[in-house]
Each structure stands twice: as structure tokens, then as C-alpha cells.
């Protein structure tokens, strides 16, 4: 008996154990890039148990880089109306709390707030931009100095994914910087 798992792009998983030519029409046919569905990746039984296990942590854990598309936002940085006054104010400058709520920003400017963004999606960002912020680092900004401008989406714990947004204290502060006007120091 094989044993493959797919998951959905709502989360739903769906787990087919058969013979290898079950599996494999199976994986055809939910495996197509048109049909909607990632492609499963084949897994013994002991991975599946593992990965439940693991799984069933804190339900604020979060699947952020799933559904975070990393290159849209880094091309609206550099193509946004903004972006002259962003490099000038943001890139140009050493202030990692600028840097790390940057992404965070153009998120809930120019995209209707839709992502949270992980302390690793915004490591991301910053190294696409090529201002690079450490995870590590990222989170500590997140959790300290710029933790009256965001809003997390559960309590931290460690090993745990938080996703977190700009908060209204943190779009004023924002835009101020952009505009030139920092009151942190």
C-alpha cells in the first residue's frame, strides 16, 4: 500500500492510502496546475504521524508564507507611489523598526490589509530589498520596539508562527517617516 497526502488550498487535507496505480491516477488527476490543488508530496506513516504531532500546537499558529506572495510586495516597495520617498526615508537609512514595518505598511496600504505577515515573511521582504533583516531579528523588532505599532494574531510562544499587522498608531507612524516626519529616535 502507498501512502500520499494533499492538501488544499483552504488548508483541507486529504489523505489517500491504495495501490501505487490508485494513488497515482489519484495524483494525476488533484495534482494538475489548473485543477487548483498543490501537488502532495508521497509520505510513510511515520512523517504523517510526526507532522500531526506536530501540528497540534497553539491554534494561533499560522501558515503565513502559503499565502503571502513575497515578489508583489516587494515590487510595489520599489513601484508604489511612494517609493522614492521610501527609499530615501526607509532604504537609505539604519532604522531596523523602519525596515521591519515596511512590509507591514505596503500590505495595508496598497493591499487592503489581506496578509499577516510572519516575522519570517518580512526577513523576506527586507532581503529581496536588499536591506536585509534577520527572522530572528524581525521578531525581536516585532515583539519589542515596534510592538506599539502591530498587532499579532495570538500570543507568543516559542516555535509558534505569528501573524501580524499594522496597527492605526503604526500607519500614522508610518507615513509620518515617509513623509519625513520621525518622532522615534
Known amino acids: 500500500m ?40 508521497s509520505k ?18 499560522v501558515e503565513h508564507s502559503s499565502t503571502v506572495d513575497i515578489p508583489e510586495i516587494v515590487n510595489l516597495v520599489k513601484n508604489c507611489d511612494e517609493a522614492e ?6 532604504l537609505d537609512r539604519a532604522s531596523q523598526v523602519d525596515r521591519v514595518l515596511l512590509a507591514l505598511y505596503i500590505v495595508h496600504e496598497y493591499l487592503d490589509n489581506s496578509y499577516k505577515l510572519s516575522s519570517g ?23 519589542g520596539s515596534a510592538s506599539k ?8 510562544k516559542k516555535g509558534s508562527k505569528l501573524g501580524y499587522k499594522l496597527s492605526r498608531r503604526g500607519v500614522t507612524y508610518m507615513k509620518g517617516v ?3 516626519k520621525s518622532d522615534e529616535k
Open 44 to 61: 510513510n506513516k511515520k512523517s504523517a504521524k510526526k507532522k500531526s504531532a506536530a501540528k497540534s500546537g497553539s491554534s494561533s499558529e
Open 121 to 143: 515573511d518580512i526577513a523576506s521582504v527586507t532581503r529581496d530589498l536588499g536591506n536585509p533583516v534577520s527572522s530572528q531579528n524581525a521578531s525581536r523588532t516585532l515583539t
Open 149 to 156: 505599532y502591530v498587532m499579532a494574531d495570538g500570543v507568543r
Open 178 to 180: 515617509i513623509g519625513g
Open 85 to 90: 520617498e521610501i527609499e530615501t526615508q526607509i
Open 2 to 41: 502507498v501512502k500520499a497526502n494533499i492538501t488544499l488550498p483552504n488548508g483541507t487535507e486529504i489523505t489517500i492510502d491504495g495501490t501505487p496505480d490508485e494513488v497515482q491516477a489519484l495524483l494525476g488527476q488533484y495534482g494538475r496546475p489548473d485543477s487548483g490543488v498543490a501537488t502532495p508530496k
